[in-house]
């Protein structure tokens, strides 16, 4: 017998350091780690401990007798990564908890931008790192805390947001201040950040969508897949957007693992979503949706697809939906690698599928660019180049359009072609991705490439878009290592200000501000509501109305009191 990781894996890789005989990869440090698809288990080495599953915060790892239909092939996924041998184990990277500091009043306090993954797994670590010795403020302009997981997993993946809970714990610390509803740069500025903390970690990630950059792209109809995602999870600034869902075909420009959600999203069952913690607005508009079909297009073929081998499975256990390809077999196929070669073979089979064979669908179209959209006063289709795959300089296939051109009719465009960051404190950006410049989370001056002190960053605004939640972790306990190296070192100075002159700045500059404390209300509001209604939760959406039920629940929650126990901790 053994184990089985399957979809949910947010590849945080908790379960690595508990496995006593080393049989999951890749881990931390190996060199595939961050590119791979999730962590496997070699079902030749697992000796059946269930150490993985006691540690795994979204429950993935299931025994193999205990996998249900649907999780049948994720056996098959795992066993294939071992196909070409087993990994060379990597040395160990991590390096051991310190709970030694300077001397005996040297305290770390550090702010924290943003309350996303990368912004939690940061506060985890400084807290493993130094106990008692650090102070963590995170900032969040949203009433609600956990960014992505909230916002950006899609509500029929469930199981993947069951990382919150890890997330809970840490902000929910006594050395650990939540300040929501608080903007960085609006409420308070970089420099009283750095006033009243040794350092600032920016970890705001990505929340902008790349555009592409073709004619017709701001036609009524014609939206980011970033929106949309927002708006059937309910972030308070995409509650008032609408779609047209009236047409019967959509088509997703794309194919990433959220131009996969946003087409499965289109086209389930709203029976289904009305099981999930999808927003209300949402799951009203999609129930009167008539999109029967989306069209999920890619400039590549399928061994290049960005989808990962578990989102595609995901696909094909939607109920009453059919999943087809076109162009499938079009250009080079890559096969020496197991999982692309079980990735290619799964498209194979949707490609033998019937186009009629149910009334909701979703077709994979690959070896397709888009070069216009098309339409007068709003969308009414998609015009395309074929493309052909050539060896780019670095030997990647790269598409090349061949000149032949065909169009989709379509009501409804989706741009799903990646993420970039925003500006933050004045801090350069760069790249695609206008990540911040920096060496291992040291934010760099770009124009001298010199550290600029006491700042750092982690996540996709480091790094840039790419990994899963999990993927996070270790990109945020790097970021903290140089971050306690240089206060080890004594390069970090001083703040001027303490914990309580923050709290008494945040009150003055936004009244407004909501805690920890506010966040359980809300969170407790959210879920007695969902309940209800039979769902996990019920979103709110409106900033005022999350405020009103923090500072008004029926067991009194307001700011004074969340006040009082953050200086209560201080004393």
Known sequence: MAHVITQSCCSDASCVPVCPVDCIHPTPGEPDYGR???????PQTCIDCGACVDVCPVEAIVADFDLDADQERFGELNAAYYASGRPEPAPDSTPATVVE?????ALLRVAIVGSGPSACYAAEELCAQLGAGVEVSIFEKLPTPFGLVRFGVAPDHQSTKAVAKAFAQTVGRRNVDLYLNVEAGRDLTHEELLEHHDAVIYAVGAPKDRSLNIPGEDLAGSHSATEFVAWYNGHPEYADARFDLSGERAVVIGNGNVALDVARVLVTDPADLARTDIAEHALEALSHSRIREVVVVGRRGPAQAAFTTPELLGLGTVPGLAVTAENAALGDRVHDDPIVAMKTSLIDEYAMRSKESAQRRINLQFHRSPVEILGTDKVEGVRFVRNGLSAGS????????????????????????????????????????????????RVLDPATGRVVPRVY???????????????????SAETVRHLVADFRSGLLAAPRRGRSDLADLVQRRQPDWLGYANWKAIDAHERAAGRAAGRPRAKLVDIDAMVTIARHATNPVCAEPERERQLTQII
Do not use: H
């Not at 500091?101 to 009043?105: A, K, P």
């Open 36 to 42: 791979a698809e999730m962590l496997y288990i070699d």
């Open 101 to 105: 500091r300077m001397d005996s009043n």
């Open 457 to 475: 960053t982690a996540g996709w605004l480091k790094r840039g878009p790419s990994g899963v939640i999990g993927t996070n972790k270790s990109c």
């Open 394 to 441: 670095d030997s990647a296939l790269v598409a090349e359009p061949t000149g032949d051109f065909d169009q989709l009719e379509c009501g409804l465009v989706l741009r799903s072609v990646g993420y970039r960051s925003v500006g933050v404190a004045g801090l350069p950006s760069a790249g695609p991705g206008s990540t911040i410049e920096n060496a291992g989370g």
